[in-house]
Nanobody, 121 residues
Framework: QVRLVESGGGLVQPGGSLRLSCAAS????????MGWHRQAPGKERELVAS???????NYADSVKGRFTISGDNAKNTAYLQMNNLKPEDTAVYYC???????????????WGQGTQVTVSS
């Protein structure tokens, strides 16, 4: 019903930058929010940043001042600009979205497949 496609991951040196994109497609009526979570080896998945359809944002303390989330409502796409990356940012980054489709009056959470971000010299 809904597909979230992530792109933009890769290998970057400490202090470098990456930009992740997440595009939602399908029979979408509305998107309440989109966000990014990450999971490092041996650790639990954690929220990195989220944005509502109205533009309100939320960030994990560990990324405040370095990461910026933005959205393009017309394209059903969210972006995560990551600057001054650190080795501890290494993880698989997952896009998620709270979406209402034509098939239901309720919203549901959807997840992307994940994209690897590796910060290493």
């Amino acid at each position: 019903q809904v597909r979230l496609v992530e792109s933009g991951g890769g290998l970057v040196q400490p202090g470098g930058s990456l930009r992740l994109s997440c595009a939602a497609s399908g029979r979408i009526v509305s998107i309440n929010s989109m966000g990014w979570h990450r999971q490092a080896p041996g650790k639990e998945r954690e929220l990195v940043a989220s944005i509502t359809s109205g533009g309100s944002t939320n960030y994990a303390d560990s990324v405040k001042g370095r990461f910026t989330i933005s959205g393009d409502n017309a394209k059903n796409t969210a972006y995560l600009q990551m600057n001054n990356l650190k080795p501890e940012d290494t993880a698989v980054y997952y896009c998620n979205a709270n979406i209402r489709t034509v098939y239901s009056t309720r919203t549901n959470d959807y997840w992307g497949q994940g994209t690897q971000v590796t910060v290493s010299s």
